[in-house]
């Protein structure tokens, strides 16, 4: 059986159920269509941030439309000291009942279950679009792919998107895992756990590319946190480039180096201090002894010892513990995927394709990236919003 729309959305994350809702709102005859592969819509959106969903952030662009859009979805929201806007509740299924309550009292469509395999264009101008296992069809003026990106396929973006888009003519910017924990040459078995508070820096070719203070967590193999997850997504897309590169962690970034230098030779006088006692009154011990092997300082050593190159070597151990960055965890593990529709090819102001009237892409699928701090939750509204309301004209 075939099911006509005005409008066909494929993806009922934020980016589809924004356009839903603002497509409804902007016309409300416009027979409008949500397709989910899931059988939940916004699974995603229900995990993010760990479940409290950093929905944007006060310094994203064109904040108002987005703001607007949660008043008017009944949505209540809050940010934190950082910018950061959370739901009031702090509850980002909320957020996700509200959306599907909204667009289904506007009179959108919601079909779970419903796993787009592949969409044709017509000569006339709209899309058959054709549903994996199911001899249903749907057909539609107007075409949203909002299917998400490629990480964290268990909440349904597996990179389909990626591949309807090339059928239809547009370019995908290569793709990459984003915001990932990223792995290093050197063994990390004695931090594995450790959780610290510190400045990262990225140094690529010599030149710092970036630079962030937030909590480093190591692993065996590799270190998280968000401001490794931020610098991960300044690494080169190529692995083999990653040689060239280097993560310095300064373990005390508040102090500058004559502070550290006068409280650290201030301690060293203390009678009967070993170097490892010294260490633990400013980092956890397992980061102390693995600083001092580094530096070959014996740890039983007494701290009167500490002058000359050994105090240099210590601020330096300090200041600048360097990693020989490897690979980046993958799909599995990445919060968001770098590349994606080419943004040459859409127009930013309605997120319509310039090369087949009538296509439109919003969210991830598209070539954005963001840092952490709702930034990429952010992209998908404002690019669904956008899509949503130029859908609904003239249907
Ligand atoms: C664990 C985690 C936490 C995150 N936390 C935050 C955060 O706090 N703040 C922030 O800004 N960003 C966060 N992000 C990133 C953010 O969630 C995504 O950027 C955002 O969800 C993208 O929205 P979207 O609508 O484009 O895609 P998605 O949310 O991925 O939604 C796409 C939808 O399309 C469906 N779909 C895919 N293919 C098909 C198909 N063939 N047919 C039918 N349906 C299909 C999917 O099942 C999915 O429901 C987080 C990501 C992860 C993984």
């Known amino acids: 059986m075939r099911r006509d729309f005005d409008i066909v959305i494929v993806g009922a994350g934020p980016a589809g159920l924004a356009a839903a809702i603002e497509a409804k709102k902007s016309n409300s005859k416009a027979k409008v269509a949500v397709l989910e592969k899931m059988e939940k819509a916004g699974k995603k959106l229900s995990a ?72 044709e264009a017509d000569r006339e101008g709209g899309f058959h679009i054709f549903i994996e296992k199911k001899q249903d069809t749907f057909y539609s003026k107007k075409l949203l792919i909002a299917t998400g990106g490629k990480s964290f396929a268990v909440y349904g973006s597996s990179g389909d998107g990626f591949s309807i ?15 990932t924990a990223v792995e290093v040459e050197e063994s990390l078995d004695d931090l594995k756990g450790v959780r610290a508070k510190a400045e990262v820096s990225l140094l690529m070719g010599g030149q710092m590319v970036f630079r962030e203070e937030g909590e480093v967590q190591f692993r065996d193999d590799s270190i998280s946190g968000i401001c490794v997850m931020n610098l991960s997504s300044k690494l080169p897309a190529a692995r083999e480039d990653l040689p060239g590169c280097k993560i310095l962690i300064n373990f005390v970034p508040d102090f500058d180096t004559v502070q550290l230098k006068n409280f650290i030779g201030l301690q060293a006088k203390a009678p009967g201090n070993t170097m490892l006692d010294l260490l633990e009154t400013i980092i956890k011990k397992p980061l102390a002894m693995r600083i001092l092997k580094d530096v070959s300082i014996d740890g039983n050593q007494s701290t009167q010892e500490l002058k000359g190159a ?8 300090l200041r600048c513990f360097t990693l020989s960055p490897c690979g980046r965890k993958g799909w599995k593990e990445a919060q968001i995927t770098r590349g994606g529709v080419d943004l040459e090819e859409i127009d930013n102001e309605t997120m319509e394709s310039k090369l087949v009237r009538g296509l439109y892409f919003a969210g991830e699928v598209t070539d954005y990236d963001g840092p952490c701090g709702g930034y990429n939750l952010h992209n998908a509204w404002l690019t669904g919003i956008k899509a949503g309301k130029d859908m609904a004209k003239g249907v």
């Open 310 to 317: 050994k105090l240099v070597n210590l601020l330096n151990g």
């Open 48 to 119: 993010s941030g760990n479940g409290r969903g950093n929905l944007s952030n006060r310094s994203c662009r064109e904040l108002d439309e987005v703001l607007n859009f949660f008043i008017e979805s009944g949505i209540a929201i809050r940010a934190d000291e950082a910018g950061r806007i959370y739901p009031y509740s702090e509850e980002a299924k909320a957020v996700t009942s509200s959306l599907l309550k909204h667009a289904k009292r506007l009179g959108a469509e919601i079909f779970t279950d419903t796993k787009v395999s592949n969409v």
């Open 165 to 179: 888009a090339k059928s239809l003519g547009h370019s995908v910017v290569s793709l990459v895992p984003g915001l």
